[in-house]
């Protein structure tokens, strides 16, 4: 049998299912019985909904229930949670308005939740829609983020439209870095809003079996566990020994299915109210209205340093937009996920951070793919590089000269880094895109009438999102570790139950590795069951580039725990006494002999149990496990960008680029340059493509493909992908995760490259072509004013 | 979608005779601004008239004149030998158009029947001096497009092919939106003996023009250089969050330069 070392580049199994059509998708899946859901939207970014009548419509062919904020009131159904408590500075709790699964006396955005058709057919469904009449009483708009504190009011129990105003990091002696600085560094940052776009739009299916008194609820989810967690302990849909969540294929996520939304609590709710099963599917214009978007941050950011060029102090301000209400994990995006990156990669003795939350009416807005880091990044990456040039340093020079260089180290916005190799990173990157070089490209391109310009990204992120006191003294509202059950059936062949959920990331084939390496069986021979709480008992599912730190590390303790047991069978098969079995490839020998059985008979004779007394070993095969980390993980690296502007449009083309990751320890590198392809692809779609705008209004003006840009493989050149490892420490398997870091990385690496290239810092996201056109035309009217 | 009732036509009488029976009837090309937009509920005709049996499809050369039927897909215009031979231009516009979905479905016919005004074959009608063969009668490019997704075509009246006389040079180069991939500004340009024609689609609030100013200085001299200073008022420009107005107005001039390049290469 063929093992799949730790390392080995295998291709992915579940690929044949995905590539031949024959993955499950929540969409694929229709009960007996089903009737279909269409949700009546609000037209209007803030309004009183002054009466809603559903007579006609509640008449109409088909319509098998109509239900609005009243029937969600009366059943007592609670609202949706935000599970991070943050605080502001004066200690009070964050100010969350109510979030009920149908509009209650108010819409708050476009798009928001006015009442649920539930009819035989959709078509039929959108008809009794058409014919309910709602009187919105409307009002103004708040849709500015940077106006927003001052803007209408939209939940009563957040004054000034302030969730928190948070803070970090020691002021006092941040502002005495400022004032001994030699130079101070200012940029005023806009992070782009963000739609996640998974391929699959969320789609949810709810049946109620009155016989058991059961609930199951199919439905897109990154962490089905959390849902059925919050569903039954917050929201009160059905005690957790009676609710099923199932979340079969799942095509793509980036965060935003990690949350527990409005339409997929409905649909399990309505499939009890009204006795049939109820399914829903968003279509592309519902997901870009009414997922959770993400980003939207604008930011004051200031770098102090001293006469060597050593950074003293930094110092930021940032507001952060939630949206019209606090979605699941939202309060945590712009605090414990972004300001505790603000180090970077670099010894800085000072920090402080102060960031306000802001409702406005606009979609929730959470966690995507990097979640507060890509944010942090930004703001990092930016000043360094601008810092650099003003006071007249190459950038990666200025960047060695404060990067950090020893660890573990303790950062002064609470990160303890415990490994990394900077510099490493930072020259491989530099030798792979022959900077060496770049002057001359840049002349050449000159000629072409391109400008040309080269930036970097030295990124740094926390990864794993654990451990559970950890994120619980900043205000988690769950543990955050992860579980893991591995089987072995009694041929051999393994089952592994993984709290952990695949939704593109690969784990069918990764974890397979694991067990493969560890217990010297095929992969072929091992299978993961991932995203059903009636098989796998409980796990807290994917995001934070977790899945390999954490729910690798706890498939690895209950492979430990199965080989502790195998090697007790095995002495017994081999009749030796346990301390002389070693196991290695696969096979149990007795030391100094050449005695020897095969994992699959060990198996077959825990299960036989014919060889040992069952009163003082138990019969079987199977094991568990736990595992909570030490630490985050802190994957780094540094990305090169370089990328050529043409004068006339405003074009920007990237001609090279460079990418350099430290992961730790590496299980699949084909899957791993997957990942940050696919990251380098979402970060040079915000840096130049993607933006979510909502006018004065608070339309939503991108809300679709027509208007909102996404990445296509023609905006993209070959990436040049390489690695540096330095093993973490905090988990058994070194593993620091690579899910997010293309994404983290490349916003800076593009705008950095684009200001080299134009010669100016002001450079907005998304560096659309007018966008550069217009920074153009503003340069040539200064330089014709300067003559 | 709301439902409607389905017939296809086997001829181009029969077609012009479901016009005039059917109710709230609409031509069926390739479906793909009709279909999207129907299932948005944002168009609801009662009658759907399928032309893809009314034997309307095939290129030709006749003469001087490239004669190009309906139903014809993009993708059968960028592939045809025909085209590329004699206005590769044209061939090369058809394969630009849309995705490869886009391009096996979507027709001439239909996408100038439709005058989007960022579609790119009204360009290439307008600036080839194209003729419009209908049901009824030949109307030239000229008097075809009558300003946004309006054209010269009567309610009972189906294009049956589009005739395209066959230039000296010719170019037609996009500037996509970055979303939607359809022209922010594209120019086609085409010369004749003496005559010079070029034609603007994506930028103009009335759709699809002729770029007269360009035309008199590329007349004199074929050359990109003759449109230095030769601008383009932005009043009469479309403007939205990709572009503004102005921004069109230099692109206009950028790209027409890049297309009289093209065409002389």
Not at chain 1, 730 to 739: A, E, Q, R, T
Not at chain 2, 126 to 151: D, N, Q, W
Not at chain 2, 226 to 251: C, F, K, M, Q
Request: proline letters at 5%; charged letters at 20%.
């Amino acid at each position: 049998m063929t093992v799949t070392a730790l390392g080995a580049a295998v291709r992915r199994k579940e690929d044949h299912r995905f590539i031949t059509g024959k993955g499950q998708y929540t969409d694929d899946i229709n009960r007996p019985g089903q009737a279909h859901a269409y949700f009546l939207r609000s037209p209007h970014a803030h309004a009183t909904l002054k009466k809603i009548d559903i007579a006609k419509a509640k008449a109409m062919p088909g319509v098998v229930a109509i239900y609005t904020g009243d029937d969600v009131a009366a059943d007592k159904v609670g609202g949706l949670i935000c599970g991070w408590m943050i605080h502001s500075k004066d200690g009070t709790p964050m100010r969350a308005g109510p979030h009920p699964i149908l509009a209650q006396g108010k819409v708050r955005y476009v798009g928001d939740h006015v009442a649920v058709v539930i009819a035989d057919t959709l078509s039929q469904a959108k008809d009794a829609a058409e014919a309910i009449l709602v009187d919105y009483g409307v009002l103004p708009a708040n849709a500015d983020t940077a106006k927003a504190q001052s803007g209408p009011e939209v939940h009563v129990e957040a004054p000034n439209n302030t969730v928190y105003d948070w803070h970090i990091g020691d002021k006092a002696a941040t502002e005495a870095a400022f004032k001994a600085a030699k130079h101070v560094t200012t940029l005023e940052i806009v992070n782009n809003r963000l739609v996640p776009n998974a391929m699959e739009p969320r789609a949810a299916v709810g049946e109620y079996d009155s016989g058991n008194d059961a609930l199951t609820l199919y439905t897109t989810s990154q962490n089905p566990h959390v849902a059925r967690l919050v569903l039954s302990a917050f929201i009160g849909i059905a005690p957790e020994h009676k609710l099923r969540v199932v979340a079969p294929d799942v095509g793509g996520g980036f965060g935003s299915k990690i949350f527990i939304y409005a339409e997929e609590t409905v649909c399990v709710w309505a499939a009890r109210k009204c006795g049939r099963p109820v399914k829903w599917t968003a279509d592309r214009t519902e997901e870009f209205l009414c997922v959770a978007h993400g980003r939207d941050h604008v930011t004051r950011a200031e770098l102090a340093t001293d006469a060597e060029g050593k950074i003293t102090g930094l110092r930021v301000k940032t507001i952060a937009n939630m949206g019209a209400y606090l979605s699941t994990f939202a309060s945590s995006v712009p605090t414990y996920l972004y300001a505790t990156l603000l180090s970077g990669q670099y010894a800085i003795p000072a920090i402080y951070a102060e960031v306000d939350a802001v409702y406005t009416n606009t979609s929730p807005v959470d966690a995507y793919r990097g979640a507060g880091r890509p944010e942090a990044t930004f703001v990092v990456e930016r000043l360094v590089e601008a810092a650099a040039r003003e006071i007249g340093m190459d950038p990666a020079a200025f960047r060695r000269r404060n990067f950090i260089t020893k660890f573990p180290h303790q950062t002064p916005v609470i990160m303890m880094y415990d490994c990394g190799d900077y510099k490493a990173s930072l020259v491989k990157a530099m030798e792979m895109a022959d900077v060496k070089g770049f002057g001359k490209r840049r002349r050449e391109a000159a000629k072409r009438g391109k400008l040309r310009g080269l930036g970097y990204s030295t990124y740094i992120e926390a990864c794993g999102i654990a451990p559970s006191q950890a994120v619980g003294s900043l205000g988690a509202g769950v543990g955050l570790w992860e579980s893991a059950e591995v089987r072995v059936n009694p041929v051999g062949t393994v089952e592994v139950l993984t709290g952990s959920h695949s939704h593109g990331q690969g784990h069918e084939t990764t974890f397979a590795q694991l067990v493969s390496s560890r217990l010297g069986i095929s992969i072929d021979n091992v299978s993961i069951v991932h995203g059903d709480t009636d098989k796998v008992q409980f796990g807290m599912g994917t995001y934070g580039s977790r899945s390999g730190a954490v729910g690798m590390s706890a498939i690895s303790k209950a492979l430990d725990k199965i080989e502790a047991k195998a090697k007790k069978v095995a002495s017994h098969v081999l009749e030796a006494a346990e301390a002389d079995i070693d196991f290695k490839d696969g096979k149990f020998t007795v030391k100094g002999t050449d005695k020897s059985v095969d994992f699959g008979t060990v198996a077959l004779n825990a299960y036989i149990a014919h060889k040992f007394n069952p009163q003082e070993l138990e019969p079987g095969l199977k094991e568990g496990s736990f595992y909570d980390p030490t630490n985050f993980t802190f994957p780094a690296g540094c990305h090169i960008c370089e990328i050529e502007v043409d004068q006339e449009t405003g074009v920007a083309t990237i001609a090279k680029w460079t990418a350099v990751d430290d992961f730790g320890n590496v299980i699949n590198p084909m899957i791993v340059e997957g990942q940050v392809h696919g990251g380098i692809a979402q970060g040079v779609g915000q840096a130049l493509l993607e933006g979510a705008i909502y006018n004065k209004d608070g339309q939503l003006v991108t809300a679709s493909f027509m208007d909102y840009a996404m990445p296509r493989a023609h905006d993209l050149p070959s990436f040049d992908v390489g690695m540096t490892v330095t093993p973490c420490p905090s988990n058994p398997l070194g593993i620091k995760g690579c899910g997010e870091a293309g994404a983290i990385a490349a916003p800076a690496a593009v705008i950095n490259a684009l200001t080299d290239a134009l010669g100016t810092e002001e450079v907005p996201m998304p560096a659309t072509p007018q966008a550069l056109w217009t920074v153009i035309q503003k340069q040539s009217r200064a330089a014709i004013a300067a003559e | 979608m709301y439902p409607f009732k389905y017939q296809k036509a086997a001829t181009v009488r029969g077609a012009v005779s479901l016009l005039g029976k059917a109710e709230d009837p609409k031509l069926l090309a390739g479906g793909h601004t009709l279909i999207p937009t129907m299932k948005q509920r944002l168009a609801s005709p009662k009658t759907l008239v399928d032309l893809s049996g009314a034997g309307l499809s095939g290129i030709e050369q006749k003469g001087r004149n490239i004669v190009i039927g309906a139903m014809t897909t993009h993708a059968e215009v960028a592939a045809s030998p025909i085209v590329q031979q004699a206005i590769p231009a044209l061939a090369q516009l058809a394969g630009h158009i849309g995705d490869p979905h886009v391009r096996h479905r979507g027709t001439i016919g239909g996408s100038v029947a439709n005058n989007d005004p960022a579609a790119d074959y009204p360009a290439a009608l307008m600036a080839l001096g194209a003729t419009v063969h209908t049901s009824k009668r030949k109307i030239p490019a000229e008097e075809f497009f009558a300003g946004m997704f309006a054209t010269a075509l009567d309610e009972d009246e189906v294009i049956t092919k589009i005739a395209f006389p066959v230039p000296a040079k010719a170019a037609y180069v996009k500037f996509p939106n970055p979303a939607s991939r359809y022209a922010i500004v594209g120019v086609f340009v085409a010369k004749k003996g003496s005559q010079v024609k070029v034609a603007v689609t994506g930028a103009g609030s009335g759709g699809v023009f002729r770029h007269t100013a360009m035309e008199e200085a590329l007349a004199k001299r074929f050359n990109p250089k003759s449109l230095e200073g030769v601008g383009t008022p932005a009043a009469d420009l479309n403007g939205d969050i990709h572009a503004s107005a102005d921004y069109r107005a230099h692109l206009v001039g950028v790209i027409a330069k890049r297309a009289v390049a093209a065409a002389i290469a």
